[in-house]
T-cell receptor, first 115, second 115 residues
């Protein structure tokens, strides 16, 4: 069990550029979550997948954000036309569902800075 | 919908002294409760969780928490802190039902251990 991994760990981009982050969940975890954490705040839910199906999206996830989980394994989060307000830590978590009782395990995060 | 309040944004404590980090929640449904710890520039690590059963829950690194349904609280305690406990601590809740799996976090409490 190697844990949840995220790449890259840090990303600096200019306003208006597109960025893509990758998350590799714990092997055989069927659920994958994305959260965003801004400075001094707790993580806020963005979206989650069960296998390859995207089951819920937060209102925080504007049209510039898109997430995918092809084949129910790794996931990507893309932000188009980045804005300075997108600067944050993007956290990925995975879990294995046993009924409704589950624990989410978090990756180290990708820190995005938009200049 | 759920919400979490962590009233103390910063808590300084002398080494080997006891500590309590407070967490109160609001929810129209029954919830599961979690405490996560975040070390600098890292993701979140699960400290402990309350799903059901005994209201006193023991976690890693000597931490414990008590669920109080009447006061809607889930305070985190440690009888004797160590320098290595310096970190940010987040309380989180989620609903019990399918479709209510996302975590709602508080704003965090920064625990600083004074040598």
């Amino acid at each position: 069990d190697t844990g949840v991994s995220q790449n890259p760990r840090h990303k600096i981009t200019k306003r208006g550029q597109n960025v893509t982050f990758r998350c590799d969940p714990i092997s055989e975890h069927n659920r994958l979550y994305w959260y965003r954490q801004t400075l001094g705040q707790g993580p806020e839910f963005l979206t989650y997948f069960q296998n390859e199906a995207q089951l819920e999206k937060s209102r925080l996830l504007s049209d510039r954000f898109s997430a995918e989980r092809p084949k129910g394994s790794f996931s990507t989060l893309e932000i188009q036309r980045t804005e300075q307000g997108d600067s944050a830590m993007y956290l990925c978590a995975s879990s294995f569902t046993r009924g409704v009782s589950e624990t989410q395990y978090f990756g180290p995060g990708t820190r995005l800075l938009v200049l | 919908a759920q919400s979490v309040t962590q009233l103390d944004s910063q808590v300084p404590v002398f080494e080997e002294a006891p500590v309590e980090l407070r967490c109160n929640y609001s929810s129209s449904v029954s919830v599961y409760l979690f405490w996560y710890v975040q070390y600098p520039n890292q993701g979140l690590q699960l400290l402990l969780k309350y799903l059901s059963g005994s209201t006193l829950v023991k976690g890693i690194n000597g931490f414990e928490a008590e669920f109080n349904k009447s006061q809607t609280s889930f305070h985190l305690r440690k009888p004797s802190v160590h320098i290595s406990d310096t970190a940010e601590y987040f309380c989180a809740v989620r609903g019990l039902n399918f479709g209510n799996e996302k975590l709602t976090f508080g704003t965090g409490t920064r625990l600083t251990i004074i040598p």
